[in-house]
């Protein structure tokens, strides 16, 4: 029998929007687990708007990918050998395993391991509400802009990951609740699957008038996933002391240059800028899973996937995300 490790390369620096040319699936050999190491099988792959600047060089403590270089990324994965004491046959983990279809590792911390054997929630929930991006929402409501009872909440990327986690989490603390999203189907799954209280569709003509119109005592709190001209255009909508969440800038990880900005808005409204970095938080995954794995598992907590199937479709399915097209969390089940 063959024993093959079907994984995805780097062909070629994408220039913009990353391509499937962009890419390359290539079949190695399942490698032997030797002592104190263990083999996993990928169940499921993490696709993730960071790993653009990843590849690039661009994004923290990732150097440059060279072509013939393994794509990074996060896997849920099981146990099917093991030669190590602390991880046993049959356990099921998240693991920095790469774009592949199986992962060999010692264990180590680096490799970023995470048993997940105690959530009864389907597993690809671990890469998406339950996992780094869910963390990363619950870092920027819970811990860092703290929305109040009535206050105006809102977020960009609405439908994705981290957006609609956020949105649901800032409802759960009495806030009024407006995302902003680019398309109709994307502001339907934020208010009809999430409960957003409203959803403004940036590529309709005065969204900025229907956005002011949802939030008419302005906004105390904007939870910004794109940066870009979208940040600029809504802060300007931001109260007095409003607080702004800075989490992601995908409007401008496929560009060389990125938007610059006009500051002094900010210092007029005496803005409290707020930065998160979801590894800072790691430390505290477990407080963020007891609050969050019951929301989930009683369905107080939606999520919406956007999957697909098979290592070869991750190119395809991550191009796709980097355009702006999935609609919820990208991952790819392995077959
Ligand atoms: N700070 C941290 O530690 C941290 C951790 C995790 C994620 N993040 C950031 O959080 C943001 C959301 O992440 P996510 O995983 O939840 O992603 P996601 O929402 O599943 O996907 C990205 C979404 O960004 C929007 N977008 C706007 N302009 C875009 C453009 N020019 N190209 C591509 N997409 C564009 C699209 O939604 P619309 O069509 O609705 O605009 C797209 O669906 C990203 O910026 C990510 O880098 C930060």
């Known amino acids: 029998m063959t024993k093959i490790n079907k994984q995805v390369q780097l062909e070629q620096q994408p220039e913009g929007t990353p391509n499937e040319k962009d890419f390359r699936v290539v079949e190695t050999e399942i490698p032997s687990p030797k002592n104190g190491e263990f083999l996993a099988k990928n169940l499921f792959l993490s696709l993730d708007p960071y790993m653009r600047g990843a590849i690039a060089g661009k994004h923290m403590g990732h150097s440059r990918l060279n072509q013939g270089d393994l794509i990074g990324g996060r896997c849920v994965s099981e146990i099917i050998e093991s030669n190590n004491s602390t991880y046993k046959v049959g356990d099921r983990i998240v693991i920095e395993s790469g774009w592949q279809e199986y ?37 920027g409501v819970e811990c860092l802009s703290k929305p109040t009872l009535g206050e105006t909440f809102v977020v960009t990327a609405a439908a994705g990951p981290v957006g609609g986690t956020a949105g649901q989490l800032a409802k759960l603390k009495g806030a009024h609740v407006v995302g902003v999203a680019g398309s109709k189907e994307k502001c339907i799954v934020a208010t009809d699957q999430y409960g957003f209280d409203a959803c403004i569709n940036y590529n309709d003509a005065n969204w900025l008038d229907n956005l002011s119109k949802e939030c008419p005592k302005g906004i105390d709190v904007y939870f910004d996933n794109v940066g870009g001209l979208v940040l600029d255009q809504i802060s300007d909508q931001l109260n007095l002391y409003g607080r702004i969440i800075l989490c992601g800038f995908v409007s401008q990880y496929n560009n060389k240059e990125w938007h610059g900005h006009n500051l002094g808005k ?7 800028l707020l930065s998160v970095v979801v590894y800072d938080y790691y430390n505290r995954f477990d407080e963020f899973l007891n609050v969050a794995i019951p929301l989930v598992e009683s369905g107080r907590m939606k999520y919406k996937e956007d999957r697909v199937v098979g290592i070869d479709s991750a190119p395809k399915h991550f191009s796709k995300l980097m355009a ?10 392995f077959g």
């Open 324 to 333: 702006g097209k999935n609609v919820g969390k990208a991952v790819v089940e």
């Open 103 to 139: 992962v060999l590792s010692s264990g180590q911390k680096e490799h970023g391991i995470r048993i997940i054997n105690k959530s009864k929630s389907s597993l690809s929930a671990s890469l998406g509400v339950l996992g780094m991006p869910g963390l990363t929402s619950w870092a």
């Open 266 to 272: 900010y210092v007029g409204k005496r803005a409290n």
